[in-house]
């Protein structure tokens, strides 16, 4: 059993900032990557942010410069400076990792944290 768990989202006003934090935990054999996803009301989830193992990371045109992601053994943090109401939306982390006696990697989820900037 693998969890993906976020935290951290909440109410800011525009130019404001925030930070999420995602841990994953169980029976965890190794991560390939973790990332975040947005998803504004009536539109796809959308990926914002990534990061492997080897520290390689991606960022959304939409969000460079603004949002940073990092990570500490299975936790990933999205530190968010000068949101905008376009940053609007239910963020989700994914883990992309293999379990204890699997023989190839899965998508893990998180049940999402909301974000609301306002303008």
């Known amino acids: 059993q693998v969890q993906v768990v976020e935290s951290g989202g909440g109410l800011v006003q525009a130019g404001g900032s925030l930070r999420l934090s995602c841990a994953a935990s169980?029976?965890?054999?190794?991560?390939?990557?973790m990332g975040w996803y947005r998803q504004a009301p009536g539109k796809q989830r959308d990926l914002v942010a990534s990061i492997t193992t080897g520290g390689t990371t991606y960022y959304a045109d939409s969000v460079k410069g603004r949002f940073t992601i990092s990570r500490a053994k299975n936790t990933v943090y999205l530190q968010m400076n000068s949101l905008k109401s376009e940053d609007t939306g239910a963020y989700y982390c994914?883990?992309?990792?293999?379990?204890?006696?699997?023989?190839?990697?899965?998508?893990?989820w998180g049940k999402g944290t909301l974000v609301t900037v306002s303008s």
């Open positions: 994914n883990a992309d990792l293999f379990s204890y006696g699997s023989h190839s990697p899965k998508d893990y």
């Open positions: 169980g029976s965890i054999f190794s991560i390939n990557s």
